[in-house]
């Protein structure tokens, strides 16, 4: 398997997604109430601390790339 790079926002996303899952299966198999309009607030928050995370991680990977230039000279 080849590797990649990490990307938190995307796993942030994944959480955030299979959490409104769960939430909705159990409406589904009966053992709580899960109102339709729930989730939606914690979906908005997900992608939106999603994409701070996502445009934070491209800042710090951008400014190490440019800092650790062959030679030494920013």
């Known amino acids: 398997m080849l590797r990649h790079e990490f990307q938190p926002g995307r ?9 409104s899952g769960i939430a909705y ?8 109430q899960t109102e339709w309009f729930a989730v939606i607030p ?3 928050a997900g992608l939106v601390l999603a994409a701070v995370t996502a445009s934070l991680t491209r800042a710090i990977r951008r400014r190490r790339r440019t800092t650790a230039r062959p030679g030494g000279t920013p």
Do not use: E, K, Q, R
């Open 42 to 44: 914690a979906m908005v």
């Open 11 to 19: 796993l942030i996303v994944g959480v955030f997604l299979t959490a």
């Open 25 to 32: 299966a159990g409406d589904a198999g009966g053992l709580w």
